[in-house]
């Protein structure tokens, strides 16, 4: 990733191409090739697995933004999408209400089951009886799991990292400039370094452009 | 041609807490679908890493939008929090003007701070802000930078 740049003093936050907003804007990407994801084979995949699968991928590799992808091409087509993820750490579901009566057209995003403790889990499998459909994130699959039937839902797809798509995306963010602070590590190196964890490898470059 | 833009009077992007802050919206939405409502928002919220926090301090509904519009606004600046940077988190404060359906938007950023400029808690900062004042908002958010130009605050 290094490159011949213009050199930038420390950054303010709300300068930093590694700021939070941009990560969350960021598009889901082919691991092989870096670009943007096209995502109607993987709608018409959720179709023919009658709309209940999982996501499954370490941390970091996608799995929250391939959801946020998602939830607009189901909502195009006429369905409701309810969010709920478990709290970073494990434990208490965020937008549990979400789980409240659902409907045939309505399709549940649970992300992070495997945090979920067990009356949580109980709870998603109640809801998701009623639901037009159920997709799940997980890091490891889900027959590995103790969620009950819920380790029958197919996997939609499995979430990976690359050096190739780290320095896609850093590219992509941080265009020509280059932190004051230190050069910027190699994609190869920082990819390792965080175990393929995109989030905390990109976080890394944010305190490298903010003089951390 | 379909727009929305705010003009801030005078041109004025600085202020100072309690001063008032006035300008107009505009919008030619007159290819699209109707305009059903529209709101003027005075907000802040936080950029940088970890979590991000907003607030709406206040908001002027502009009864009967038409399709193509021009309205005025005016807001009372409040005591803060100011426009400020650390390392972690800066506060942002703008303007913004919401059109439904669609939430169709724009947005206008300001500063605001005792001194009319963005307090910056670091002084490997200070740097900086000469920078930006030259660099204007140049919008170039995420694109290659020319030679001389700076990450100004633009639109994201």
């Known amino acids: 990733m290094e490159r011949s740049g213009r050199c930038v003093d420390a950054l303010r936050p709300r300068l930093n191409p590694f700021r939070t907003e941009r990560l969350d804007s960021l598009a889901y990407c082919s691991p092989e090739t870096g670009r943007p994801l096209e995502l109607a084979p993987l709608v018409d995949c959720f179709d023919a697995l009658g709309r209940r699968a999982a996501v499954i991928g370490p941390e970091g590799s996608g799995k929250t933004t391939l959801l946020d992808a998602l939830a607009p091409r189901l909502v195009a087509r006429g369905l409701e999408v309810r969010r709920l993820r478990a709290a970073p750490g494990g434990g208490v579901l965020r937008g549990a209400e979400a789980l409240d009566d659902p409907g045939p ?10 945090r979920l403790p067990g009356a949580a889990r109980r709870r998603v499998r109640r809801a998701a009886r009623s639901a037009g459909g159920l997709l799940v994130t997980a890091h ?73 | 041609m379909t727009f929305i ?10 202020f100072r807490p ?15 679908e109707p305009v ?4 003027v928002r005075l907000v802040w919220f936080t950029r940088g890493r970890g979590d991000r926090d907003s607030g709406i301090v206040a908001a002027e509904e502009l ?17 803060g929090p100011y426009s400020v940077s650390g390392k972690l988190v800066s506060i942002v404060w ?19 701070s005792p001194t009319g400029r963005e307090i ?5 900062q200070a740097a900086e802000v000469a920078e930006v004042a030259e660099a204007g908002e140049s919008g170039k958010v995420g694109e290659e930078l020319a030679e001389g130009e700076f990450w100004g605050p633009g639109k994201t």
């Open chain 2, 63 to 79: 009864a009967g939008p038409q399709a193509v519009d021009r309205r005025l606004f005016r807001f009372t600046l409040p005591a």
């Open chain 1, 105 to 114: 057209e309505t399709v549940l995003f649970v992300d992070g089951l495997d």
């Open chain 2, 94 to 112: 703008a303007v913004e003007v919401v059109l439904e359906p669609g939430s169709r938007a724009a947005r206008t950023e300001i500063v605001v």
């Open chain 2, 36 to 39: 059903a409502s529209a709101e």
């Open chain 1, 140 to 212: 490891r699959p889900l027959r590995t799991l103790r969620v009950g039937r819920l380790g029958r839902l197919g996997t939609l797809t499995e979430c990976a990292t690359t050096p190739a798509l780290l320095a896609a995306l850093v590219a992509r963010l941080s265009g020509a400039s280059t932190p004051a602070a230190a050069p910027l590590p190699s994609a190869e190196d920082l990819h390792a370094r965080h175990g393929g964890n995109l989030r905390t490898a990109l976080l890394e470059l944010y305190d490298l452009y903010a003089g951390r």
């Open chain 2, 18 to 32: 309690g001063e008032e802050l006035a300008g107009s919206v505009l919008w030619d939405l007159s290819e699209g």
């Open chain 2, 120 to 124: 910056l808690l670091h002084s490997d």
């Open chain 2, 5 to 14: 833009e705010i003009e801030l009077d005078d041109g004025r992007t600085s």
